[in-house]
């Protein structure tokens, strides 16, 4: 009992994790261009691919919860949120929160203030494939 408290608390302490990330998801979606509105809070690595001519926009009180065992109802996998082109958009409202989703976005994806997205949700509007056989 006392070796697992050990393992678990004192040498991986998640809270430290927790609040790393908390910041750094942050400062990384500002950095790549993501306009990020008041009181974001996003947990645990999340994996972030924004073409550099894309759009995302996310509104007030964002919450994203990406694995590490936050939301019981997921499969603690890592949440992605991708624009694949240029004139890719994503736009979030304000007072959205989010489970290790998915959010693909090749044209558009529009999400509305006050929706939740259960774990593990895929948004995508394309189905990710090329549709020339050659390719």
Not at 44 to 67: A, E, R
Request: charged share 20%; glycine share 8%; aromatic share 14%.
């Amino acid at each position: 009992m006392l070796s697992y408290f050990f393992i678990k608390v004192l040498l991986f302490p998640r809270w430290i994790k927790i609040r790393f990330f908390k910041f750094w998801n942050i400062l990384i979606f500002r950095l790549i261009g993501i306009q990020l509105g008041k009181n974001a809070q996003i947990f645990t690595n999340v994996f972030l691919q924004k073409h550099p001519k894309s759009k995302i926009t996310i509104g007030d009180n964002f919450t994203f919860t990406s694995g590490d065992a936050i939301n019981p109802l997921c499969r603690n996998q890592r949440g992605c949120i991708c624009t694949e082109r240029e004139n890719s958009i994503i736009e979030i409202g304000h007072y959205v929160g989010m489970s290790s989703p998915c959010i693909w976005a090749k044209e558009r994806i529009t999400i509305g203030s006050y929706v939740n997205i259960g774990g593990d949700c895929i948004l995508m509007d394309s189905d990710a494939h090329n549709l020339d056989w050659k390719v």
